[in-house]
């Protein structure tokens, strides 16, 4: 199963509402979780099971999606949110990443 | 509080085998259903996942990678080691290791190291 991620980039403003799709080419239930990496540190799991928020995550980021297509929404970007966000597939071995979507300031 | 901790060469030459030690505490690699992952990152690009131990012992690896990989622990020092044979310079990057949570987090990896930077030069 492929992972794919769009946008690659993803140029926003402080306050933008953002949303990052990711699609699997083959159908993976809600087996999805979400990460975000700032640069030089490690992955933050932000969502599992493709909409549960993370323990300590906030509020704006949600996710949505089943099946093949999946969306992290960013309700209001903070200026801590930019960051490069990856999904991974978590039903069968191995958990795939996609590529990853960095949102940069506008 | 679960911390876990990479250690291990930050270069090494072609050829060679390269072995790294993930360190942690704050949970047991005996409890059900938790698991103890290996991912890595080569600079500027994406996250690979490369391998897995679980509380059974069961392991599992990268299907691109397995011919090259051993996952094995030492659950008496809280310890996770990968080995990887034959290193060649594109597997220069940044190497993670990674908590696996049980079914509760759908298997997510919820905690991370602070990962290692690894470089294969001569």
């Known amino acids: 199963i492929q992972m794919t991620q769009s946008p690659p980039v993803l140029s926003a403003s402080v306050g933008d509402r953002v949303t990052i799709t990711c699609r699997a080419s083959?159908?993976?239930?809600?087996?999805l979780a979400w990460y975000q990496q700032r640069p030089g540190k490690a992955p933050k799991l932000l969502i599992y099971?493709?909409?549960t928020l993370q323990s300590g995550v906030p509020s704006r980021f949600s996710g949505s999606g089943s099946g093949t297509e999946f969306t992290l929404t960013i309700s209001s970007l903070q200026p801590e949110d930019f960051a490069t966000y990856y999904c991974?597939?978590?039903?069968?071995?191995?958990?795939?990443f996609g590529p990853g979507t960095r949102v940069e300031i506008k | 509080q679960i911390t876990l901790k990479e250690s291990g060469p930050t270069l090494v030459k072609p050829t060679q085998t390269l072995t790294l030690t993930c360190s942690f505490s704050?949970?047991?690699?005996?409890?059900?259903?938790?698991?103890v992952g290996w991912i890595r990152q080569p600079p500027g690009k994406g996250l690979e996942w490369l391998a897995l131990?679980?509380?059974?012992?069961?392991?599992r690896y990268s299907p691109s990678l397995r011919s090259r990989l051993t996952i094995t622990k030492d659950t008496s020092k809280n310890q996770v080691i990968l080995a990887m044979t034959n290193m060649d310079p594109v597997d220069t990057g940044t190497y993670f290791c990674?908590?696996?949570?049980?079914?509760?987090?759908?298997?997510?990896?919820?905690?991370w190291g602070q990962g290692t930077l690894v470089t294969v030069s001569s």
């Open positions: 704050g949970f047991s690699l005996t409890s059900m259903g938790v698991g």
């Open positions: 083959q159908g993976i239930s809600d087996s």
């Open positions: 099971a493709a909409s």
């Open positions: 991974q597939k978590l039903n069968t071995f191995p958990p795939t």
């Open positions: 990674a908590h696996k949570a049980g079914w509760e987090l759908q298997n997510a990896y919820d905690i």
């Open positions: 131990i679980h509380w059974d012992d069961d392991k």
